[in-house]
Every structure is written in structure tokens, then in C-alpha cells.
């Protein structure tokens, strides 16, 4: 198993090379980098991707030396604009400037943010909270009812309360979960019918003069409606896992051995199919976790006006702050690739006759 993890954690370096070469080599041909933000907003020009719909001259992407490429540039010195390249470093070229930055990645030197004037580290962990907040709770809520939903549908699969039950999750399921956020603020943030939840952020504005007790009500009060709008497409995505995964072991002969020998029906469920079935569905909880952190939070945290990663990293994109792009990017690549050897590690903790050192060897 050493060797196995072993081999996992070196194949790291080549995977988390590919992702960072890719979107390196995409950015080259996507227009509008920070030096044009810089220069439509010095021009007056509000969004540097107007000039460009508006058939403005060829820009070119993230950042080179060529002046007349510039949009709105005709109006500024152009040592201003060469001042500009030099500090941000686009006066040297795409492989040097790719070679550098993975330099500081390795030291885990991940620069400052182009128009924050913060360091990147220290964004991602003032903005971390609310998405860990987000992707916790979520996954949690989801394994507290899918788990039990999934099982009671498996022992009673075909009767009137499986197809109902798997009515609602399908229906669910189908709700996209932007337009389920809507859906809840709609109705229970004062926008037509009940002000029962708060409207936006994590915390109220009184929240330092709370007392410890209200400080913790605060905070659920706030995170029920978000967390409710990202937990519905996991839910239902883990309740049916959960039920085939029953279903799957409960016809196997060992279940009907056990049932012979005349154990009582919750024995053999738990004692002898919970273990064999709840394998792939613990065994993903660290994937699913990361799955809600990453790809759950950027709508979610949009609508409800929530400060976290997700809408951290949508505003860098609109921006092109590449510092924060390709700083997070790196840092969540590292995440996903870890998370997918800690599931791994899952099957053989929920199951110690896995050994994946011995399969591949």
C-alpha cells in the first residue's frame, strides 16, 4: 500500500504540470488582460470587452509588448504602457514568464492579486470559511438523510413509498440549483410571500455584540437557505446510489444465507450488507465534499452575496487577475488531486481486505 500511495503522490507532479501548462497556454489567446482593464478604465471606456465587440483593434492576449495592440492605448504615452508591462512582467516572454511562476507555486509563493493589492494566500483564506461552511454542511445534511432514505427505499423497493419518494428526488434533481436558490429567496427571504431568512451574507451586522448562543443561532439563520440550494443535486444523486448500492448486495447469496440461519431481517442489514454497501458511498465522501466546495459555491455565493472562493474566483476571471486565477487554480488542482488518493485511502479504511498495492502489482 506504501508503494501504491507512493507512486499516486508522484504522479501528482506531472497531472498538476498538464492543468497548469493548458490553462496557461489558453490564457495566451484570450483578450482582454489586466493591462487592458487598466487602460479601458484610465480611457474611460468602461469594459475593455466593448471596444472589442465594438470592432476595436486586435488585442493581444494576456498581456504582450506590442503597444498598438492596445485598445484605448492611443491616448497614453507609450512609456506609461511600458511601464505597465515591466510590472506586471509582460515584457518577458510566455515560457519564461510560465517557468517563473511555476518556480514560486513550488515554494507555494503564490504572489499578490493585481488590483487588491493583498496577497493571494491571504485572500483565499479570508474567503475560505464561507465555502468550507458551504461544502461542509452540505455534504453532511446530504449523508444524514440520503443514508438512511437510500436504505429504507432498497428494503422496500416496489412499493408505493420507493416510487414516491423517487418521484420527488427526480423532480429534485432536475431543479437547477441556481434557480432552487431563487425559488427560496423568493419565498422565504421577503421577496413575495415569508421574510423568515435573511437576504444576503453570512453573519447579521450586530454579530460581534451577540452573546456566544446567538452568535451560533446568527449563523445557522444565515447558511439555511444557501446550504438547503446547494445540498438538493447531491441529495438526490447520493439517495439513489445509496439505494442501488442495498439493492445490489441484498440479492447476493450470502444475504440469503444469513436470512436461513434464521437472524432477523435488521441484523442481516446492518450487521452483514451495511458494511459491504456503504463502501462506495463513505468512500466518496471526500470527493463529493470537494465537489460541492468547488463547483456548488460559485452560483450559490452569487445569489445569497456570500464572500467566498467561488465568487473570488469568478470576479478574478472577469478581472484578469491572473495572480488569483492561476494561484487558486493551483492550490484547488493540488486539493482535487490529494482528495482523489484520500478516497482511495477511504475503500481500504471502510473495507481493510481492499488492497490496491496488491491489484496493481
Do not use: C
Not at 463547483?295 to 452569487?302: C, D, F, K, N, Y
Amino acid at each position: 500500500m506504501g508503494a501504491y500511495i507512493l507512486r499516486r503522490l508522484l504522479l501528482i507532479i506531472p497531472t498538476l504540470l498538464g492543468i497548469m501548462i493548458i490553462n496557461f497556454t489558453l490564457v495566451q489567446f484570450v483578450p482582454g488582460g489586466p493591462i487592458e482593464q487598466i487602460i479601458a478604465g484610465l480611457e474611460g471606456e468602461g469594459d475593455v470587452f466593448e471596444g472589442i465587440a465594438g470592432g476595436g483593434s486586435e488585442v493581444e492576449g494576456a498581456g504582450g509588448s506590442d503597444t498598438e495592440g492596445y485598445i484605448g492605448a492611443r491616448g497614453l504615452p507609450p512609456e506609461f504602457i511600458e511601464e505597465l508591462e515591466r510590472e506586471f512582467g509582460f515584457d518577458k516572454p510566455p515560457l519564461e514568464r510560465f517557468l517563473g511562476m511555476m518556480w514560486d507555486y513550488l515554494r507555494f509563493d503564490f504572489g499578490d492579486s493585481y488590483f487588491r493589492s493583498v496577497s493571494v494566500v491571504d485572500l483565499v483564506i479570508e474567503k475560505m470559511p464561507v465555502s468550507i461552511t458551504l461544502g461542509l454542511w452540505s455534504t453532511l445534511i446530504a449523508y444524514m438523510i440520503s443514508i438512511p432514505l437510500g436504505i429504507r427505499k432498497a428494503v422496500r423497493d416496489g412499493t408505493p413509498f420507493d416510487t414516491w419518494t423517487s418521484s420527488a428526488i427526480i423532480v429534485g434533481y432536475a431543479i437547477p440549483g441556481f434557480l432552487f436558490a431563487i425559488l427560496l429567496l423568493v419565498v422565504f427571504a421577503g421577496g413575495s410571500y415569508f421574510k423568515i431568512f435573511p437576504l444576503r451574507g453570512l453573519t447579521s451586522d450586530n454579530f460581534d455584540d451577540l452573546t456566544m448562543l446567538g452568535k451560533l443561532a446568527d449563523y445557522f439563520w444565515h447558511i439555511t437557505l444557501p446550504v438547503l440550494a446547494s445540498t438538493i443535486a447531491s441529495f438526490a444523486t447520493l439517495t439513489l446510489l445509496t439505494k442501488n448500492s442495498f439493492l445490489d448486495e441484498i440479492k447476493k447469496q450470502y444475504v440469503i444465507t444469513a436470512k436461513a440461519k434464521g437472524l432477523s431481517e435488521s441484523r442481516v442489514l446492518y450487521g452483514h450488507v451495511f458494511r459491504n454497501a456503504m463502501l462506495i458511498v463513505i468512500a466518496g465522501f471526500p470527493a463529493m465534499f470537494i465537489g460541492v466546495f468547488f463547483g456548488a459555491s460559485i452560483i450559490i455565493e452569487t445569489i445569497f452575496s456570500l464572500d467566498g472562493l467561488g465568487r473570488l474566483g469568478f470576479e478574478a476571471a472577469v478581472a484578469r487577475d491572473y495572480p488569483v486565477i492561476f494561484g487558486t487554480l493551483f492550490v484547488f488542482g493540488l486539493i482535487s488531486l490529494v482528495v482523489g488518493i484520500l478516497s482511495d485511502l477511504m475503500y481500504v479504511f471502510v473495507d481493510p481486505r481492499i488492497d490496491f498495492g496488491t491489484r496493481e502489482g
